[in-house]
């Protein structure tokens, strides 16, 4: 049989895979491969601010339970064929937490919001990519957070990107009711 005609791969072929420093992702059921992305300090310090701020957004609000999740949380978008991919920071409705079993180690479901954290070698064709991913997976919110240059760009379906700097506030919508956030409360104090 040809690699052609190999059947798709699926999140459960992804996860008995080694832990050897390659980023690994499926896309509709096919093996994605590259170096391990380098974290800085800017992507961290980012990813942390995020989920601290949407998890006390989320333990204030009065608009439905969600959970927040980091550190490349695996997420199964979609089945037949499977694609499943690590997100920086996600918030999952209550509902698709509530079908994860305790056999469950990635997140079955889209999110409702998914935020990529850009490190310096990301490609803009791969970031666009993700972009499609979670939306056509059904993930209402994508946020593509640039820590270099300080700005939240928001991705809806159907609608064209809109883009945020320190100056501006960042909103959930319908999809997070109550969210708001300040773009400059994402990156910290000013030259840190």
């Not at 491969?33 to 204030?60: D, I, Q």
């Amino acid at each position: 049989m040809s690699i052609a005609e190999s059947p798709p791969l699926t999140a459960e072929f992804l996860l008995t895979l080694p832990d050897d420093g390659i980023d690994r992702e499926l896309v509709n059921g096919q093996l994605r491969e590259r170096p391990m992305t380098r974290r800085n300090r800017f992507h961290s310090r980012a990813v942390a601010r995020l989920s601290h701020l949407l998890e006390t957004w989320a333990t204030l609000s009065s608009s439905p339970d969600v959970e927040v999740y980091s550190g490349e949380v695996g997420c199964i978008l979609q089945r037949a064929p499977d694609t499943a991919v690590g997100i920086d920071v996600a918030v999952f409705s209550a509902e698709v937490i509530a079908r994860q079993t305790s056999e469950t180690s990635m997140i079955e479901g889209a999110p409702l919001l998914a935020i990529e954290v850009l490190s310096p070698f990301d490609k803009i064709e791969d970031i666009h990519g993700k972009v499609d991913l979670y939306l056509n997976a059904g993930t209402s919110l994508v946020w593509i957070v640039d820590p270099y240059f300080q700005t939240v760009q928001v991705h809806r379906r159907n609608a064209a990107p809109e883009t945020f700097n320190c100056e501006e506030s960042v909103e959930g919508g319908e999809v997070l009711p109550g969210l708001k956030l300040a773009v400059a409360d994402v990156f910290g104090r000013p030259g840190k």
